[in-house]
T-cell receptor
Framework: AQSVTQLGSHVSVSEGALVLLRCNYS??????LFWYVQYPNQGLQLLLK??????LVKGINGFEAEFKKSETSFHLTKPSAHMSDAAEYFC????????????FGTGTRLTIIP | EPEVTQTPSHQVTQMGQEVILRCVPI?????FYWYRQILGQKVEFLVS????????KSEIFDDQFSVERPDGSNFTLKIRSTKLEDSAMYFC????????????FGPGTRLTVT
């Protein structure tokens, strides 16, 4: 069974500062990992994915994440926060066969301070 | 850009009534999913569907729930007799398969059971 843990239900950063959202996974098989963003009253938009190719994954809107097997982590970062980044971010894991269900973390609400 | 669509955006129903939530997945996708998100909680998997049959379902997906792909484009979730605790945002997702693992989500249907 797979699971993800997101540390910090709320994160606040100043505009222009580094964004770091933490995600640790648990999986008995090599995982596929995803970050999704949810803007208020909208659906889930895929930011980026890890599917066992490069460990540093670049996504949309300047976000990237690094897969670290030794730390079972897949933290999301962005060098410089923008006001439009304010949203809820979900880390998710699926199993070896790719098209299996996604198991989501509890989410991290990112607030940007002007 | 192709996208998953869902109707209605908001459905209010009385306890005990049947509801059908509708989704139009991306046209060349082969895998279909339903998830739900109770207000303030994480996104939970309900069911996955491939090759005209359920491939996996969660404990939430009991006998009150059913899914159908009645034609080549629609994918529906039926709740036979709604309960108060079924109130949630329901998301449809689809994935292409064939080596592409991303799930694309619709904007959701907010179901309110009174």
């Amino acid at each position: 069974a797979q699971s993800v843990t997101q540390l910090g239900s709320h994160v606040s950063v100043s505009e222009g500062a580094l964004v770091l959202l933490r995600c640790n996974y648990s999986s008995s098989v090599p995982p596929y990992l995803f970050w999704y963003v949810q803007y208020p009253n909208q659906g889930l938009q895929l930011l980026l994915k890890y599917t066992s190719a490069a460990t540093l994954v670049k996504g949309i809107n300047g976000f990237e994440a690094e897969f670290k097997k030794s730390e079972t982590s897949f933290h999301l970062t962005k060098p410089s926060a923008h006001m439009s980044d304010a949203a809820e971010y979900f880390c998710a894991v699926s199993g070896l066969f790719g098209n299996e269900k996604l198991t989501f973390g509890t989410g991290t609400r990112l607030t940007i301070i002007p | 850009e192709p996208e998953v669509t869902q109707t209605p955006s908001h459905q209010v129903t009385q306890m005990g009534q049947e509801v059908i939530l509708r989704c139009v997945p991306i046209s060349n996708h082969l895998y279909f999913y339903w998830y739900r998100q109770i207000l303030g909680q994480k996104v939970e998997f309900l069911v996955s569907f491939y090759n005209n049959e359920i491939s996996e379902k969660s404990e939430i997906f009991d006998d009150q729930f059913s899914v159908e792909r009645p034609d080549g484009s629609n994918f529906t979730l039926k709740i036979r007799s709604t309960k108060l605790e079924d109130s949630a945002m329901y998301f449809c997702a689809s994935a292409q398969g064939q080596g592409s693992y991303e799930q694309y989500f619709g904007p959701g249907t907010r179901l309110t059971v009174t």
